[in-house]
């Protein structure tokens, strides 16, 4: 496959597919989903934690700056999110 056709296949780049690709891989570090290297689930607390901590350090910074729908998005993620770390964890 050449360097154009798999290009094609990407989403456009917008705020929201960036919250949602990191809330993809919070997802995989708390073992919910498959790795798509190794198609096996693992968790890793430190790589969740790291990425939860970049998407509440994203909320603060775009304070202000965001859609509403942009907003409820990384809200809604962080709580899920949270959720499932704090259920780990405990």
Request: charged share 25%; net charge negative.
């Given at each position: 496959?050449?360097?154009?056709?798999e290009?094609?296949?990407?989403?456009?780049?917008?705020?929201?597919?960036?919250?949602?690709?990191?809330?993809?891989?919070?997802?995989i570090?708390l073992?919910?989903?498959?790795?798509?290297?190794t198609?096996?689930?693992?968790v890793n607390?430190?790589l969740?934690?790291?990425?939860?901590d970049?998407?509440?350090?994203?909320k603060?910074k775009?304070?202000?700056?965001?859609?509403?729908?942009?907003e409820?998005?990384?809200e809604?993620?962080?709580?899920?999110?949270?959720?499932?770390?704090i259920?780990l964890?405990s």
């Amino acid at each position: 496959m050449t360097k154009q056709k798999e290009e094609a296949f990407l989403p456009p780049v917008t705020f929201s597919t960036f919250i949602l690709s990191l809330n993809t891989a919070a997802l995989i570090h708390l073992g919910e989903l498959p790795n798509p290297e190794t198609n096996e689930k693992s968790v890793n607390l430190a790589l969740a934690r790291h990425t939860i901590d970049t998407l509440d350090m994203l909320k603060e910074k775009t304070k202000g700056n965001l859609t509403k729908e942009e907003e409820q998005l990384l809200e809604s993620v962080l709580y899920e999110l949270r959720m499932r770390y704090i259920k780990l964890t405990s």
